[in-house]
């Protein structure tokens, strides 16, 4: 049994409901990302110092800022250590709204877990060639590229970016592809860790429902783009800096 309440699991299945998506998807972002049930240094408690990286799927503090945690001068440590002392249940209001927004900025909805993964660990990424169809080989960020991707994804930042995510690279050939981030999301699937959240969410609630196909559509392209750009670029602001 893990640490968390009936109440989480509660919580996250309203959450995945008001942003049309199974709650299993956001669970293996949110063990992938924090080792969500892992121990007491997890979930909501996650901490990584590089870039004070925090909670449920590691916000950035720069993110938080542009969702409305933290006044616009205070420090990215302050703003961590002040958000790391929220529960599981307090923070899941900041997962459903950086779920909206990273769907009204890269203009779908997350179908599946792995579409998600990339949403939170690169967002801009969903808008590169193939990323969209599921394509396995649509790259996502590369050892040595060669011209950049998006506007805001520099190419000396994308050499950031993979050196500092180098494990997702998992058959080793220099580029982090949709496939790879597939694989994670099916290791941690596979993994005895999600199985037992999902058995334990699964008897709290045994009739919360998976989003039906409808309401899972693709959103206007041509949706107001404003706010999510403002916090991508602030997301992007503090893996950089």
Same mark, same amino acid.
């Given at each position: 049994?893990?640490?968390?309440?009936?109440?989480?699991?509660?919580?996250?299945?309203?959450?995945?409901?008001?942003?049309?998506?199974?709650?299993?998807?956001?669970?293996?972002?949110?063990?992938?990302?924090?080792?969500?049930?892992?121990?007491?240094?997890?979930?909501?408690?996650?901490?990584?110092?590089?870039?004070?990286?925090?909670?449920?799927?590691?916000?950035?503090?720069?993110?938080?800022?542009?969702?409305?945690?933290?006044?616009?001068?205070?420090?990215?440590?302050?703003?961590?250590?002040?958000?790391?002392?929220?529960?599981?249940?307090?923070?899941?209001?900041?997962?459903?709204?950086?779920?909206?927004?990273?769907?009204?900025?890269?203009?779908?909805?997350?179908?599946?877990?792995?579409?998600?993964?990339?949403?939170?660990?690169?967002?801009?990424?969903?808008?590169?060639?193939?990323?969209?169809?599921?394509?396995?080989? /649509?790259?996502? $960020?590369?050892?040595?590229? @060669?011209?950049? %991707?998006?506007?805001?994804?520099? #190419? =000396?930042?994308?050499? *950031?970016?993979?050196? /500092?995510?180098? $494990?997702?690279?998992?058959? @080793?050939?220099? %580029?982090?592809?949709?496939?790879? #981030? =597939?694989?994670?999301? *099916?290791?941690?699937?596979?993994?005895?860790?999600?199985?037992?959240?999902?058995?334990?969410?699964?008897?709290?609630?045994?009739?919360?429902?998976?989003?039906?196909?409808?309401?899972?559509?693709?959103?206007?392209?041509?949706?107001?783009?404003?706010?999510?750009?403002?916090?991508?670029?602030?997301?992007?602001?503090?893996?950089?800096?």
């Amino acid at each position: 049994m893990s640490n968390l309440s009936p109440s989480f699991y509660k919580k996250l299945i309203q959450v995945a409901s008001n942003v049309n998506m199974s709650p299993e998807d956001i669970l293996v972002v949110m063990i992938g990302e924090s080792n969500l049930g892992g121990g007491s240094n997890s979930g909501s408690k996650a901490y990584n110092p590089d870039g004070h990286a925090s909670g449920l799927i590691q916000f950035m503090p720069d993110t938080l800022k542009g969702l409305g945690f933290g006044s616009p001068e205070e420090d990215r440590k302050s703003i961590s250590n002040r958000f790391r002392k929220l529960s599981e249940i307090q923070q899941l209001d900041y997962v459903e709204k950086i779920i909206k927004s990273q769907q009204s900025m890269t203009g779908i909805r997350f179908t599946n877990a792995t579409q998600y993964y990339i949403a939170n660990f690169l967002p801009v990424a969903l808008g590169f060639p193939g990323m969209k169809d599921g394509n396995p080989n /649509a790259v996502i $960020a590369e050892q040595n590229p @060669k011209k950049t %991707k998006h506007k805001n994804f520099s #190419i =000396d930042f994308e050499r *950031q970016t993979y050196k /500092a995510n180098s $494990a997702l690279d998992v058959d @080793k050939d220099g %580029k982090i592809t949709y496939k790879d #981030i =597939d694989k994670r999301v *099916q290791n941690i699937k596979n993994g005895s860790q999600f199985k037992n959240l999902v058995n334990e969410m699964r008897s709290v609630n045994s009739n919360y429902s998976r989003p039906a196909e409808e309401n899972i559509a693709e959103l206007d392209q041509s949706a107001e783009l404003s706010e999510p750009e403002t916090i991508f670029s602030k997301f992007l602001d503090g893996l950089i800096n």
